[in-house]
């Protein structure tokens, strides 16, 4: 029999419990790790054939690709020398070859069995990248017939999962598997397989390899979601048992989204009597305003989300008062640019380093990161000096109309990117 050795591009994972021990294999869509330079991605590394009839044949194909960003070669390729005769092994991925980014080269597999039994086999794809010591694993069992002596159901048919934030784990989701008879089954291997293989975790189980599940009797796994990119994740649960005729099969699939961080207004203000305008998206600031703690300010009806803490992409805006007689406030997204008010205005009183957190634009372009739009800052020109921050082009270009002069990046002098 076919020993399982040391695999480095997805280690046969052994979950255990108190009482119980069982095999999963996890397969397709395999994926080295995700370092600059080499790397492989294989559409499946185990072949599962299940039960097939002395004398037919199946084949079963993988495709490798570099999906890295330079070159890499395969160093040795060769059948494991545990592989039973039953596998003929085709492969363009040979050794010497060299894969450039984005290039690929084909496995496939052929079984057909001459005797009944179980046999497994494997072929090693060593190769120059970061994780070299690579195997494909392929397992199959001759039979005299495809009449099963035992049936298998799943409970649920299918385990769907709810949205889960990429990076985080679900809460647990029991599989059972019922044995319908009538003779007992004896499970001999446990697989997931598919392009969401690796998104799904079992972390206990009942269901033994090797142990018998009586007719009417049953054993749970316990699966979780712990998704590793967005969208649909879709893998199956193959099952065999040299009773069933055929395969086992059953979905699991869970949508998966991106973790998004909660955003705040920030709101701006207007007093008549300074002409002045402020922004503020601290709750303080807002419930001064609006109860005329401080009089002559109002809602303006104006306003553009932020975040109230650091958040992927994004850069905190310092804040400065300006002492009368300015009486004024300064905001920037831009660290070297509070640095320097900090050094050139001593009398500026600084604030507050992160008042919120906000994208900045491309300092050439003015282009704004995917998902965002512009925030433009408009400069007075008077001694009482005052901006307007605003993401509204028409008041951007009533402002300049009225003398005020856009500050920003690129043509377009964007000096801030809020989410949309």
Same mark, same amino acid.
């Given at each position: 029999?076919?020993?399982?050795?040391?695999?480095?591009?997805?280690?046969?994972?052994?979950?255990?419990?108190?009482?119980?021990?069982?095999?999963?294999?996890?397969?397709?869509?395999?994926?080295?790790?995700?370092?600059?330079?080499?790397?492989?991605?294989?559409?499946?590394?185990?072949f599962?054939?299940?039960?097939?009839?002395?004398?037919?044949?199946?084949?079963?194909?993988?495709?490798?690709?570099?999906?890295?960003?330079?070159?890499?070669?395969?160093?040795?390729?060769?059948?494991?020398?545990?592989?039973?005769?039953?596998?003929?092994?085709?492969?363009?991925?040979?050794?010497?070859?060299t894969?450039?980014?984005?290039?690929?080269?084909?496995?496939?597999?052929?079984?057909?069995?001459?005797?009944?039994?179980?046999?497994?086999?494997?072929?090693?794809?060593?190769?120059? +990248?970061?994780?070299?010591?690579?195997? &494909?694993? *392929? /397992?199959?069992?001759?039979? #005299?017939?495809?009449?099963? !002596?035992?049936? @298998?159901?799943?409970?649920?048919?299918?385990?769907?999962f709810?949205?889960?934030?990429v990076?985080?784990?679900?809460?647990?989701?029991?599989?059972?598997?019922?044995n319908?008879?009538?003779?007992?089954?004896?499970?001999?291997?446990?697989?997931?397989?598919?392009?969401?293989?690796?998104?799904?975790?079992?972390?206990?189980?009942?269901?033994?390899?090797?142990?018998?599940?009586a007719?009417?009797?049953?054993?749970q796994?316990?699966?979780?979601?712990?998704?590793?990119?967005?969208?649909?994740?879709?893998?199956?649960?193959?099952?065999?048992s040299?009773?069933?005729?055929?395969?086992?099969?059953?979905?699991i699939?869970?949508?998966?989204?991106?973790? +998004?961080?909660?955003?705040?207004?920030? &709101?701006? *203000? /207007?007093?008549?009597?300074? #002409?002045?305008?402020?922004? !503020?998206?601290? @709750?303080?600031?807002?419930?001064?305003?609006?109860?005329?703690?401080?009089?002559?300010?109002?809602?303006?009806?104006?306003?553009?989300?932020?975040?109230?803490?650091?958040?992927?992409?994004?850069?905190?805006?310092?804040?400065?008062?300006?002492?009368?007689?300015?009486?004024?406030?300064?905001?920037?997204?831009?660290?070297?640019?509070?640095?320097?008010?900090?050094?050139?205005?001593?009398?500026?009183?600084?604030?507050?380093?992160g008042?919120?957190?906000?994208?900045?634009?491309?300092?050439?372009?003015?282009?704004?990161?995917?998902?965002?739009?512009?925030?433009?800052?408009?400069?007075?020109?008077?001694?009482?000096a005052?901006?307007?921050?605003? +993401?509204?082009?028409?008041?951007?270009a009533?402002?300049?109309g009225?003398?005020?002069?856009?500050?920003?990046?690129?043509?377009s002098?964007?000096?801030?990117?809020?989410?949309?």
């Amino acid at each position: 029999m076919f020993s399982t050795p040391k695999i480095i591009l997805r280690p046969f994972c052994c979950l255990s419990s108190v009482v119980s021990l069982a095999l999963l294999l996890v397969a397709g869509s395999a994926v080295t790790e995700a370092v600059a330079g080499g790397r492989t991605c294989t559409s499946a590394d185990t072949f599962m054939f299940g039960n097939r009839s002395v004398g037919s044949s199946a084949t079963a194909t993988a495709t490798v690709t570099n999906c890295g960003d330079a070159p890499w070669s395969f160093t040795d390729v060769s059948v494991h020398p545990a592989t039973g005769p039953a596998f003929e092994v085709s492969t363009t991925c040979t050794t010497g070859l060299t894969l450039a980014p984005g290039a690929t080269c084909t496995v496939s597999v052929r079984f057909a069995p001459s005797t009944p039994g179980q046999t497994s086999g494997g072929l090693w794809l060593h190769n120059t +990248t970061t994780t070299p010591d690579q195997l &494909i694993t *392929f /397992y199959g069992r001759g039979v #005299d017939t495809q009449t099963g !002596s035992a049936s @298998l159901a799943f409970v649920p048919a299918s385990a769907d999962f709810a949205a889960q934030a990429v990076g985080t784990q679900s809460m647990p989701l029991t599989v059972e598997l019922h044995n319908l008879g009538p003779a007992a089954l004896v499970l001999s291997a446990l697989v997931l397989n598919g392009p969401g293989a690796y998104d799904f975790v079992v972390r206990n189980s009942t269901c033994q390899i090797g142990a018998a599940i009586a007719a009417g009797d049953s054993c749970q796994m316990w699966f979780y979601f712990r998704p590793l990119v967005e969208g649909t994740r879709r893998a199956n649960l193959v099952v065999d048992s040299p009773q069933l005729a055929s395969l086992a099969i059953m979905q699991i699939s869970g949508v998966a989204t991106t973790i +998004t961080a909660p955003t705040v207004d920030v &709101i701006e *203000f /207007y007093n008549a009597a300074m #002409d002045h305008y402020f922004m !503020s998206s601290l @709750l303080p600031d807002i419930e001064a305003l609006d109860s005329g703690h401080f009089p002559g300010w109002i809602r303006t009806g104006h306003s553009f989300k932020a975040y109230p803490q650091p958040a992927t992409g994004t850069s905190p805006v310092c804040r400065f008062y300006m002492p009368a007689p300015l009486d004024s406030h300064f905001y920037s997204a831009s660290m070297a640019e509070c640095s320097a008010v900090a050094a050139k205005y001593p009398t500026f009183i600084f604030e507050a380093p992160g008042v919120f957190h906000i994208s900045l634009p491309d300092t050439a372009t003015g282009a704004c990161p995917s998902a965002t739009v512009p925030v433009f800052r408009l400069f007075n020109n008077r001694a009482d000096a005052n901006h307007r921050y605003t +993401t509204d082009l028409q008041i951007k270009a009533q402002m300049i109309g009225q003398g005020y002069t856009a500050e920003g990046y690129g043509p377009s002098a964007t000096i801030m990117c809020t989410p949309q």
